[in-house]
Antibody
Framework: QITLKESGPTLVKPTQTLTLTCTFSGFSLSSGRVGVGWVRRPPGKALEWLALIYSDDDQSYNPSLRSRLTITKDTSKNQVVLTMTNMDPVDTATYYC????????????WGPGTLVTVSS | QSALTQPASVSGSPGLSITISCTGTTSDIGHYGYVSWYQQHPDKVPRLLIYNVNSRPSGVSSRFSGSKSGNSASLTISGLQAEDEADYYCMSLTTSRTLVFGGGTKLTVL
């Protein structure tokens, strides 16, 4: 059974760096070209794909946010970390981590999401 | 990359069918068969309805179906039910190996 859960601060100040952790179980990110991704949804707006990291450490980023995002993995802890620099109030959103199966480009498994508010 | 284009809203009466369109380009929908659709109720986690254009995950009703033609994809919901009222999103792989969502469509069941 695959599960994922996001953790991190609920409130960050403008210009700060956000660090979110996705802790998962039910699969390994050390082989098989599986992946873990991040998606966000600002209040009243659409879903937005942010980044994806594969088991071979290959990474893919939303081009619009590439300069601000870094995604890394710690296979020993079954965790993926997303950092986003220079946070702005428009980055207020619910952030979800997701599972990507081998060879596929859809998200069947999602974490429950974590709401991050950017405010001074 | 630009978001895929979806109508902001659609509506339909119970028992009838609706179709939500999702328009992309030759660099995403038109290039690959990796289109997926998600349903999201308020304050809930997105749920996968359709993957690889027209495949349904286990447990998803056969009332949901997907198709693709050229640079556009569509989600059809038949036999509308009150519980179908939600936001719907398409997503596609791009030739840059990134993923892109549509702008979302709010479905109202009249």
């Amino acid at each position: 059974q695959i599960t994922l859960k996001e953790s991190g601060p609920t409130l960050v100040k403008p210009t700060q760096t956000l660090t979110l952790t996705c802790t998962f179980s039910g699969f390994s990110l050390s082989s098989g070209r599986v992946g873990v991704g991040w998606v966000r949804r600002p209040p009243g707006k659409a879903l937005e794909w942010l980044a994806l990291i594969y088991s071979d450490d290959d990474q893919s980023y939303n081009p619009s946010l590439r300069s601000r995002l870094t995604i890394t993995k710690d296979t020993s802890k079954n965790q993926v970390v997303l950092t986003m620099t220079n946070m702005d109030p428009v980055d207020t959103a619910t952030y979800y981590c997701t599972h990507r199966d081998f060879g596929e480009y859809y998200f069947l498994y999602w974490g429950p999401g974590t709401l991050v508010t950017v405010s001074s | 990359q630009s978001a895929l284009t979806q109508p902001a809203s659609v509506s339909g009466s119970p028992g009838l069918s609706i179709t939500i369109s999702c328009t992309g380009t030759t660099s995403d929908i038109g290039h690959y068969g990796y289109v997926s659709w998600y349903q999201q109720h308020p304050d809930k986690v997105p749920r996968l309805l359709i993957y690889n254009v027209n495949s349904r995950p286990s447990g998803v009703s056969s009332r949901f179906s997907g198709s693709k033609s050229g640079n556009s994809a569509s989600l059809t919901i038949s036999g509308l039910q009150a519980e179908d009222e939600a936001d719907y999103y398409c997503m596609s792989l791009t030739t840059s190996r990134t993923l892109v969502f549509g702008g979302g469509t709010k479905l109202t069941v009249l």
